[in-house]
């Protein structure tokens, strides 16, 4: 088994097939300008001891991608939890930057609600 790099865990974070199928079925319905729409998901992978996350957000029929691992002391003791979190927030942060007024936020964990 090929050794898994810290390059290789972002991807796999950031492409859950799940997500890949909302996103083409969201790509063929949903086009406004007046809102964006966004799918995050966590993740933790114990032999690098990291969490990451990653999302695609669609606005005006463009399609955004973002993705981030990290390790942060403070954070890896919620392990898919922190992914989970920081996800919706690099969400928003991403709206924004881009003068995004609303957003429809898909994700799985749910206190993310709390």
Same mark, same amino acid.
Do not use: H, W
């Given at each position: 088994?090929?050794?898994?790099?810290?390059?290789?865990?972002?991807?796999?974070?950031?492409?859950?097939?799940?997500?890949?199928?909302?996103?083409?079925?969201?790509?063929?319905?949903?086009?406004? %300008?007046?809102?964006?729409?966004?799918?995050?998901?966590?993740?933790?992978? &114990?032999?690098?001891?990291? @969490?990451? +996350?990653? !999302? *695609?957000?669609?606005?005006?029929?463009?399609?955004?991608?973002?993705?981030?691992?990290?390790?942060?002391?403070?954070?890896?003791?919620?392990?898919?939890?922190?992914?989970?979190?920081?996800?919706? %927030?690099?969400?928003?942060?991403?709206?924004?930057?881009?003068?995004?007024? &609303?957003?429809?936020?898909? @994700?799985? +964990?749910? !206190? *993310?609600?709390?």
């Amino acid at each position: 088994m090929p050794a898994i790099t810290e390059q290789t865990f972002y991807y796999v974070a950031a492409a859950g097939i799940v997500l890949l199928i909302l996103i083409l079925i969201f790509l063929n319905r949903y086009n406004s %300008k007046s809102k964006a729409i966004c799918f995050v998901d966590g993740s933790f992978y &114990e032999p690098l001891n990291m @969490y990451s +996350y990653g !999302g *695609i957000l669609i606005y005006d029929g463009e399609v955004l991608e973002f993705a981030e691992a990290g390790s942060d002391e403070d954070m890896i003791s919620m392990r898919n939890v922190a992914g989970e979190i920081l996800g919706a %927030k690099a969400a928003m942060e991403l709206c924004l930057q881009n003068n995004i007024a &609303e957003l429809n936020l898909f @994700y799985d +964990y749910e !206190g *993310i609600e709390k």
